[in-house]
Structure formats: structure tokens, C-alpha cells
T-cell receptor, first 110, second 119 residues
Framework: GIQVEQSPPDLILQEGANSTLRCNFS?????LQWFHQNPWGQLINLFYIPSGTKQNGRLSATTVATERYSLLYISSSQTTDSGVYFCAVWLPGGYNKLIFGAGTRLAVHP | GAVVSQHPSWVICKSGTSVKIECRSL??????MFWYRQFPKQSLMLMAT?????????EQGVEKDKFLINHASLTLSTLTVTSAHPEDSSFYIC???????????????FGPGTRLTVT
């Protein structure tokens, strides 16, 4: 089956630092989403990004579908950015399944 | 828009009892709802997919008689953990995908999760 790999698994930042999270996938996918799971467990949709680049405030994401990877950029990190970041992909033809990566656990210290 | 709620947010029950968890799409109609399970410091594991008015499709290894899923309307799905045991303790999260969301019909929106503890 398709493999979704995220790196790094853990990341510690000082407030104000920038970071890049990576998501590699082993096969062609229909769509890709990035989520932030906050410390209370709520998953928050960050980006729905099958290809191209999108920006939302301090966050931006780029997906290069032909090279099977996506990047999530966090600029000027804040303590509220702490949590786990997941990427998840839809299988071609399997519109009912999101396959999640293992996540990147981010801790931002003041 | 695209808000999904879950109830209860946490529940403690005794071994052998059943627990029902509700998942509602508040501002859109969910043609498909999904139930996930998450263990501490792990990723989400899909348990089952339910389409309104039809039987749920369970992932391999998930006991359909233990985890009963009902998707009776376009805004409500329920997960009932029957005869719960301590190993069923986990964080259960639902998500919904539906019509009228405007951003493409594949995007899923997640509920806040339900933390189940079986004693």
C-alpha cells in the first residue's frame, strides 16, 4: 500500500524561528491535506493542497505531485503552533480513504 | 463553516458496558462520515467509513460486532462500543465529508474527539 512519511518526527523551536516540515508519499495521490492536532486532540484543517502553493498567514504549503512530496512552512513560530502536524493523502480511485503519515511533533518554547 | 461536533468529549465506563458516541456535522450535509482511533503519540487509524443510509465499511481487523456504526441521517453518525473492555480505551475521532462545502468534495473535517476510558 501507499506509504506516507513525514520528517522530522520531532522538532523543538524557539519562538520566532522558522521551520519546514516534509511529507513524502510513495505513489500517485488524488489529494493531500495538512492538519494540526492541538494539545487537546482537535484536528484543524490547514491546507487542502493537491498541487501548487498556498499561503495562510504565517503558514504556507507546497505540493509537487510529480515528485511525490509536500512541504509545510511555518514562519515566526509561536507557542500556540505546538502540537502534531499530520499530512494525509487520498488514494487514487479510493475516494473514501485518507492515509495519514506518522506526524511531526512540534514544541515551540518561549 | 464545516464544523463537526462529537459528544461526549470524554467518558469513563465499566468493563462490559456499552458506550455510544455521536458525531454531527453542524453546518453541512455529510454524505460520508469516518471513524478513527488514535492511541497516545500515534497517528490516526481508520476504523470504518459510513455512508448515509447504508451499512458501514470496516477496515481489516476492526470488529464490526464490537464497533457498531450507524449513519441514519446526513448530519449524524454514531459509534457504539459494545461490551467495552480496558483495551478499547482510546481517543475516538470522527470526520465528515459532504456536499455544499465548496472546496472540493474530498476534504474531510474532523470532530474534537472522544476520550474513552474503560475501567
Amino acid at each position: 500500500g501507499i506509504q506516507v512519511e513525514q520528517s522530522p518526527p520531532d522538532l523543538i523551536l524557539q519562538e520566532g524561528a522558522n521551520s519546514t516540515l516534509r511529507c513524502n508519499f510513495s505513489d500517485s495521490v488524488n489529494n493531500l491535506q495538512w492538519f494540526h492536532q492541538n494539545p487537546w486532540g482537535q484536528l484543524i484543517n490547514l491546507f487542502y493542497i493537491p498541487s501548487g502553493t498556498k499561503q495562510n498567514g504565517r503558514l504556507s504549503a507546497t505540493t509537487v505531485a510529480t515528485e511525490r512530496y509536500s512541504l509545510l512552512y511555518i514562519s515566526s513560530s509561536q507557542t500556540t503552533d505546538s502540537g502534531v502536524y499530520f499530512c494525509a493523502v487520498w488514494l487514487p480511485g479510493g475516494y473514501n480513504k485518507l492515509i495519514f503519515g506518522a506526524g511531526t511533533r512540534l514544541a515551540v518554547h518561549p | 463553516g464545516a464544523v463537526v461536533s462529537q459528544h461526549p468529549s470524554w467518558v469513563i465506563c465499566k468493563s462490559g458496558t456499552s458506550v455510544k458516541i455521536e458525531c454531527r456535522s453542524l453546518d453541512f450535509q455529510a454524505t460520508t462520515m469516518f471513524w478513527y482511533r488514535q492511541f497516545p503519540k500515534q497517528s490516526l487509524m481508520l476504523m470504518a467509513t459510513s455512508n448515509e443510509g447504508s451499512k458501514a465499511t470496516y477496515e481489516q481487523g476492526v470488529e464490526k460486532d464490537k464497533f457498531l456504526i450507524n449513519h441514519a441521517s446526513l448530519t449524524l453518525s454514531t459509534l457504539t462500543v459494545t461490551s467495552a473492555h480496558p483495551e478499547d480505551s482510546s481517543f475516538y475521532i470522527c470526520s465528515a465529508r459532504g456536499i455544499g462545502q465548496g472546496r472540493g468534495s474530498y476534504e474531510q473535517y474532523f470532530g474534537p474527539g472522544t476520550r474513552l476510558t474503560v475501567t
